[in-house]
């Protein structure tokens, strides 16, 4: 006990020292989701609900190839992200992506909501821009920031702690919602380059809206769907 306590303090004054600056890096955090993914992916197939439609498993992978191309045009600097996507027909699914470009999208959220195909786009770009912005590296360094004793932690306590711990969750909420209105904005603004109206674009955010029981109630760490349509709303108008 005694040497794990001053493993802690030699973390904590290491982080403290560098200003702050944070061990986790984005191959460990790559590394960390490809594995949660696998695992979510592999209980998906063992319960049939793993690409069950070919048509709109094509029907993803056509939007997503135009948006990565896109994303490519973008940045040909950065480096390329091994996109992987995966449909779901879980009604309790929606749409997800993990770091290095892991997404899953849930067939049955796509109907529910009778998305056009630049609508879906808006989906596939936001996601996607969850991964090219670094948003879950950020978050981790923002916990590590908070808290320097998770450096002297295994990777995987502070991956379990991310997604379970209310009260770091908490601490993180504020950056969460400015992460979402980021990937909102900056989704839209791709998919628009790639070629699709900004209107239809903005098009999801108003069914998003309507087909919320409170739609101006958000959450924490997530802006109200009122508030998503009007930002849509207004970035289309400038857009266009």
């Known amino acids: 006990m005694y040497?794990?306590?001053?493993?802690?303090?030699?973390?904590?004054?290491?982080?403290l020292s560098s200003g702050g600056a944070s061990a986790v890096t984005q191959a460990e955090v790559e590394a960390g989701a490809a594995r949660l993914y696998r695992v979510r992916i592999d209980a998906?197939?063992?319960a049939?609900?793993?690409?069950?439609d070919a048509a709109f498993v094509a029907r993803v992978a056509r939007i997503a190839q135009r948006l990565g191309e896109q994303a490519r045009r973008d940045n040909p600097a950065a480096p390329a992200l091994s996109w992987e996507i995966h449909t779901s027909s879980d009604p309790d699914d929606n749409a997800s992506c993990m770091a290095g470009g892991k997404i899953l999208v849930s067939q049955a959220y796509v109907e529910q909501l009778a998305l056009s195909d630049a609508e879906l786009a808006m989906v596939l770009s936001?996601?996607?821009?969850?991964?090219?912005?670094?948003?879950?590296?950020?978050?981790?360094?923002?916990?590590?920031r908070r808290d320097p004793g998770w450096l002297a932690r295994p990777f995987s306590a502070l991956e379990e702690a991310l997604d379970h711990d209310a009260r770091?969750?908490?601490?993180?909420?504020?950056?969460?919602?400015?992460?979402?209105?980021?990937?909102?904005?900056?989704?839209?603004?791709?998919?628009?380059?790639?070629?699709?109206?900004?209107?239809?674009?903005?098009?999801y955010f108003r069914?998003?809206?309507?087909?919320?029981?409170?739609?101006?109630?958000?959450?924490a760490s997530h802006p109200s769907a009122l508030q998503r349509w009007r930002a849509a709303r207004r970035q289309a108008g400038a857009l266009e």
């Open 168 to 203: 770091l969750m908490g601490q993180l909420a504020a950056l969460n919602r400015e992460q979402e209105v980021e990937a909102d904005r900056e989704g839209m603004a791709m998919a628009w380059r790639a070629g699709w109206r900004a209107k239809q674009l903005a098009a």
């Open 126 to 144: 936001h996601e996607m821009q969850h991964a090219i912005l670094l948003h879950n590296l950020k978050e981790y360094k923002e916990a590590v």
């Open 48 to 52: 049939g609900m793993l690409d069950r």
């Open 44 to 46: 998906l197939a063992q």
């Open 207 to 219: 069914k998003l809206e309507q087909a919320a029981s409170m739609s101006h109630i958000g959450s």
């Open 3 to 15: 040497f794990h306590r001053i493993a802690a303090l030699l973390a904590m004054c290491l982080a």
